[in-house]
T-cell receptor, first 113, second 110 residues
Framework: DGGITQSPKYLFRKEGQNVTLSCEQNLNHDAMYWYRQDPGQGLRLIYYSQIVNDFQKGDIAEGYSVSREKKESFPLTVTSAQKNPTAFYLC????????????FGQGTRLTVV | GQQVMQIPQYQHVQEGEDFTTYCNSSTTLSNIQWYKQRPGGHPVFLIQLVKSGEVKKQKRLTFQFGEAKKNSSLHITATQTTDVGTYFCAGNFGNEKLTFGTGTRLTIIP
């Protein structure tokens, strides 16, 4: 069953702790993306990667870090430097051609207390 | 950076009424994609338009791409409760990454 998987679906953390969100895909996609969605708002790009061992900052990268050691995996770490980490985080993947759709995972809802 | 704006931000319609959301960019887009996100869900791809002036239909949904490739619209005829959700447009500027619009949240009054 091919697709893109995010885990966990809900995550609670104490303020000041780093937390890592998982994103795995078995679609053989080169490109992977992390978006943040706040209530009633659109999708803001955090980081994206088009090839293993390489990634670029999106529009709101501050306070976040990523790695792309394997094609299938693109974990996102929300660091303690992120001032407002509570949000819905969406991972997506696509083939590298610009004229192709993005496939999204189910999302992780992070709550920091 | 380059942005894609969508209006309206929210739309409440009686079931059976039509609905339209508009997407605008200040610069030319290579393509435009539309996604739907159901409440509590994740965005799901609906369609892509590439050609200037292109119009595509999916049952009650009509998608248009402007002649200048700077704007797009999604029109839903005779809305149903299953149409509830947030509709996003997304586009590429040249070879840049996909940029999402701000979304339009549609609610249906039965």
């Amino acid at each position: 069953d091919g697709g893109i998987t995010q885990s966990p679906k809900y995550l609670f953390r104490k303020e000041g702790q780093n937390v890592t969100l998982s994103c795995e895909q078995n679609l053989n996609h080169d490109a992977m993306y992390w978006y943040r969605q706040d209530p009633g708002q659109g999708l803001r790009l955090i980081y994206y990667s088009q090839i293993v061992n390489d990634f670029q900052k999106g529009d709101i990268a501050e306070g976040y870090s990523v790695s792309r050691e394997k094609k299938e995996s693109f974990p996102l770490t929300v660091t303690s430097a992120q001032k407002n980490p509570t949000a819905f985080y969406l991972c997506a993947s696509s083939i590298l051609d610009k004229n192709t759709e993005a496939f999204f995972g189910q999302g992780t809802r992070l709550t920091v207390v | 950076g380059q942005q894609v704006m969508q209006i309206p931000q929210y739309q409440h319609v009686q079931e059976g009424e039509d609905f339209t959301t508009y997407c605008n960019s200040s610069t030319t887009l290579s393509n435009i994609q539309w996604y739907k996100q159901r409440p509590g869900g994740h965005p799901v791809f609906l369609i892509q338009l590439v050609k200037s002036g292109e119009v595509k239909k999916q049952k009650r949904l009509t998608f248009q791409f402007g002649e200048a490739k700077k704007n797009s619209s999604l029109h839903i005829t005779a809305t149903q409760t299953t149409d509830v959700g947030t509709y996003f447009c997304a586009g590429n500027f040249g070879n840049e990454k996909l940029t999402f619009g701000t979304g339009t949240r549609l609610t249906i009054i039965p």
